[in-house]
């Protein structure tokens, strides 16, 4: 049974500090994905990662993924209040890459 | 982008009635979706895939008699939620999933049983 291991489960940051969450998931896996959600809304889709080794920036949020070490982290630079969500990382349940196993989410407060 | 709707956004319902949601890809072709759930403060749980033409798959512990998914097109999926009781309140996402890997998520629908 596939799990995916999200942490911290919390995040409080200052703005404009730099800090990392992690992701770790239990077996083979050939895509994982990021999202953001806010408070009362749906999933907004950040990053899809495919290949071991992949990077991928957006603004303040870089994600990458190790599928040799089942590892995916999702790395925020420079803080701002904007980037205040829950944010997700979800793997892909089997090899066909269809239905998504979620972790618990890191909910993260930025503040001034 | 691929756009998926839900229909409705938000519905109140009296407990032992039954709740109709409807997840719409706008603007391409989903022979997949899945629907997922959520309570306050968690994650999303999948409920069950639903599949164009054919029988959902339900996970483990999600009872089919009570959420009755149809998939009749290869643009709508729908969610009935049979006999509703107050602990069915929640968020319910459905997505699809797209051409390659991306999967597109519904706005949600936020179901409310008294």
């Known amino acids: 049974e596939l799990k995916v291991e999200q942490n911290p489960l919390f995040l409080s940051m200052q703005e404009g500090k730099n800090y990392t969450i992690y992701c770790n998931y239990s077996?083979?896996?050939?895509?994982l994905y990021w999202y953001r959600q806010d408070p009362g809304k749906s999933l907004e889709s950040l990053f899809v990662?495919?290949?071991?080794?992949a990077v991928k920036q957006e603004g303040r949020l870089m994600a990458s993924l190790d599928t040799k070490a089942r590892l995916s982290t999702l790395h925020i630079t420079a803080a701002v209040h904007d980037l205040s969500a829950t944010y997700f990382c979800a793997v892909a349940a089997n090899q066909a890459g269809t239905a998504l196993i979620f972790g618990k989410g890191t909910t993260l407060s930025v503040s001034s | 982008g691929a756009v998926v709707s839900q229909h409705p956004s938000r519905v109140i319902c009296k407990s032992g009635t039954s709740v109709k949601i409807e997840c719409r890809s706008l603007?391409?072709?989903?022979?997949?979706m899945f629907w997922y759930r959520q309570f306050p403060k968690q994650s999303l749980m999948l409920m069950a895939t639903?599949?164009?033409?054919?029988?959902?798959?339900?996970e483990q512990g999600v009872e089919k008699d009570k959420f009755l998914i149809n998939h009749a097109s290869l643009t709508l999926s729908t969610l009935t939620v049979t006999s509703a009781h107050p602990e069915d309140s929640s968020f319910y996402i459905c997505?699809?999933?797209?051409?390659?890997?991306?999967?597109?998520f519904g706005p949600g629908t936020r179901l409310t049983v008294t």
């Open positions: 603007d391409f072709q989903a022979t997949t």
């Open positions: 639903s599949n164009e033409g054919s029988k959902a798959t339900y």
């Open positions: 077996t083979t896996s050939d895509r």
């Open positions: 990662l495919l290949s071991n080794g």
């Open positions: 997505s699809a999933r797209g051409t390659y890997a991306e999967q597109y």
